[in-house]
């Protein structure tokens, strides 16, 4: 990886927090600008406020730091998407134009990530394939569809360098997740750990395509680093980990915590979730840049109950 000043987007959030810290400790922290419309918690390098939707502060600041790649991670994900629409469809569709307009004019590279909400009912729910029908039914899922179609564009038409893959539902340690229908993968971790009871927002059977934080990262950072000319999808690339229903999630759980308890009590999510796909198709990934996943369901939960054991003091869950 080249030592280019790297300015995230959304950096407080939770694929941003870990990869500002990931490419910190690759680059050094003087390399990486984190940006939010929140400061963080705690600044372990540079920052700077941001609210996407502001492009003279954003070029400013694009200026200031010299920057040469953005990683544009700002959004409104899916289920607060739904409670808000428009304000949904500005921040998502009329920040990723500040970031292509000004990655045109100062010729950056950029990164942008896609989601699995841009399949809908009528997509193949198994096996999705790169190639299929995009019908989705949420406002975040028609953002990046138009997202998606905007990047390619601006590749064709102007040679930008943009970069996506479409993210399943990512479950991580590091972070609360913040507003999507796959939330449930990561609260009922916390709410384990604890010995606290878990309701879920989805019915038990509902089989969703997921992916664990570290190979997410991965992911990210391999497609940015290829070389240009064996991207042969200037959309956005499939991505897969592993699919399963929030009573397998379950059952693996208690494996190592015997006692959860887990119930069900499905909300307006169970619709979203139902016009997304169980298990998505990522050979095009793995043949253009190598993609493989390092976590499958066992891998993950392991890791998990172990990592949160130790932040909740709770290492007595393995007893």
Request: aromatic share 10%; proline share 5%; with cysteine.
């Amino acid at each position: 990886m080249k030592k280019e000043t790297i300015l995230i987007i959304g950096a407080n959030g939770q694929i941003g927090s870990v990869l500002t810290e990931t490419l910190r400790e690759s680059l050094g922290r003087d390399k990486v600008i984190a940006t939010d419309i929140k400061k963080p918690t705690e600044e372990t390098g540079p920052f700077e406020l941001l609210d996407i939707l502001d492009k003279a502060q954003l070029h400013k600041l694009i200026r200031k730091y010299k920057v040469r790649q953005i990683y544009h991670l700002a959004a409104i994900l899916s289920a607060k998407g739904e409670q808000n629409p428009k304000m949904a469809w500005d921040v998502n569709m009329v920040g990723l134009f500040n970031v292509l307009e000004l990655a045109k004019e100062e010729k950056l590279k950029v990164f942008f990530p896609s989601s699995i909400a841009v399949f809908g009912s009528h997509t193949p729910q198994q096996n999705t394939p790169q190639e299929t029908i995009l019908q989705p039914e949420t406002v975040y899922g028609i953002s990046k569809v138009s997202g998606e179609l905007w990047c390619q564009y601006y590749f064709n038409k102007y040679g930008v360098d943009v970069r996506s893959v479409r993210y399943p539902g990512i479950i991580g340690y590091q972070s609360m997740p913040g507003g999507g229908t796959t939330d449930y993968a990561v609260e009922i971790f916390h709410y384990a750990v604890q010995g606290i009871p878990y309701t879920c927002f989805l019915k038990s059977d509902t089989e969703l395509p997921m992916l664990y934080m570290e190979d997410a990262i991965k992911a990210t950072l391999e497609v940015m680093d290829c070389a240009s000319d064996k991207l042969s999808v200037r959309t956005s690339y499939n991505l897969a980990g592993m699919s399963f229903t929030p009573a397998q999630l379950g059952d693996a759980i208690k494996k190592w915590i015997p006692q959860f308890e887990l119930s069900y009590e499905p909300d307006f999510r169970q619709e979203i979730a139902e016009g997304w796909p169980g298990s998505i198709d990522d050979q095009v990934a793995r043949k253009d840049w190598g993609w493989q996943p390092a976590f499958d369901l066992e891998k993950m939960t392991k890791d998990m109950i172990q990592k949160l054991g130790k932040k909740y003091r709770k290492e007595n869950v393995f007893a």
